[in-house]
């Protein structure tokens, strides 16, 4: 078992599973947390993320494969996806990709589902295929309400503020995510555009507050 991404929430591990490569998502105790607390914390964490990403498979997303979770040990055992992720490949000057990441988000979206963690790292292409990955952040809203399209809205910043690292391609990197988008969630997708400028304002706004 090697340690292979450590965060704040979960430990990853790349594990051996009856001959095929896996990943083990390890939801450890907080020592800092009132102990029964912090199992119900792991526990419902855990169970959400396997939702999430079922949820999102029977949507006709790539997810990684689920092999096994115990909720209890707040464990969860998938598939070790292989690929390079967005984040290269728009290094790579692949930008094509990001509409086809707009339709899926939208998808995503317009069923209610906010992947909680839209960084280009967990995105991967595999087998020519958009895989989406670490759902841990992840939850459900039902209906449409404006609290709906602002939590959408700082769904799609995540992936807005790696964009902005590309300089004068950004904009045209972000039209490219916005034409799959409003495709996939159609006229409603106009709230959330709506919502990530006023997002995107207040953010500036501090900036330069704080310089």
Same mark, same amino acid.
């Given at each position: 078992?090697?340690?292979?991404?450590?965060?704040?929430?979960?430990?990853?591990?790349?594990? #051996?599973?009856?001959?095929?490569?896996?990943? $083990?998502?390890?939801?450890? =105790?907080?020592?800092?947390? #009132? =102990?029964? +607390?912090?199992?119900?914390?792991?526990?419902?964490?855990?169970?959400?993320?396997?939702?999430?990403? /079922?949820?999102?498979?029977? %949507?006709? %997303?790539?997810? =990684?494969?689920? /092999?096994?979770?115990? =909720?209890?040990?707040?464990?969860?055992?998938?598939?070790?996806? &292989?690929?390079?992720?967005?984040?290269?490949? $728009?290094?790579?000057?692949?930008?094509?990709?990001?509409?086809?990441?707009?339709?899926?988000?939208?998808?995503?979206?317009?069923?209610?589902?906010?992947?909680? #963690? +839209?960084?280009?790292?967990?995105?991967? $292409?595999?087998?020519?295929? +958009?895989?989406?990955?670490?759902?841990?952040?992840? &939850?459900?809203?039902?209906?449409?309400?404006?609290?709906?399209?602002?939590? $959408?809205?700082?769904?799609?910043?995540?992936?807005?503020?790696?964009? #902005?690292?590309?300089?004068?391609?950004?904009?045209?990197?972000?039209?490219?995510?916005?034409?799959?988008?409003?495709?996939?969630?159609?006229?409603?997708?106009?709230?959330? &555009?709506?919502? +990530?400028?006023?997002?995107?304002?207040?953010?500036? /706004?501090?900036?330069?507050?704080?310089?």
């Amino acid at each position: 078992m090697e340690l292979i991404a450590k965060g704040a929430e979960a430990e990853i591990y790349l594990v #051996d599973w009856f001959g095929l490569k896996a990943v $083990l998502k390890w939801r450890k =105790p907080k020592m800092y947390r #009132d =102990p029964n +607390l912090d199992y119900h914390i792991r526990r419902r964490r855990t169970i959400n993320e396997v939702r999430n990403m /079922y949820i999102a498979y029977s %949507l006709g %997303l790539r997810v =990684p494969d689920v /092999y096994f979770f115990d =909720p209890g040990e707040a464990k969860i055992l998938m598939e070790y996806v &292989e690929g390079k992720n967005l984040r290269d490949l $728009l290094n790579e000057g692949n930008y094509s990709y990001l509409r086809e990441v707009g339709v899926y988000v939208g998808r995503m979206h317009k069923a209610g589902l906010i992947h909680g #963690d +839209l960084a280009p790292t967990n995105i991967i $292409l595999t087998g020519g295929q +958009l895989c989406f990955i670490d759902f841990g952040l992840g &939850e459900q809203r039902m209906g449409w309400t404006r609290k709906t399209a602002v939590l $959408l809205a700082r769904d799609i910043n995540v992936l807005f503020r790696t964009l #902005d690292l590309y300089g004068e391609k950004a904009e045209e990197l972000k039209a490219l995510f916005w034409s799959g988008y409003r495709e996939e969630v159609g006229g409603r997708a106009a709230a959330v &555009e709506r919502e +990530l400028l006023r997002i995107r304002a207040s953010g500036r /706004y501090v900036e330069r507050k704080t310089e």
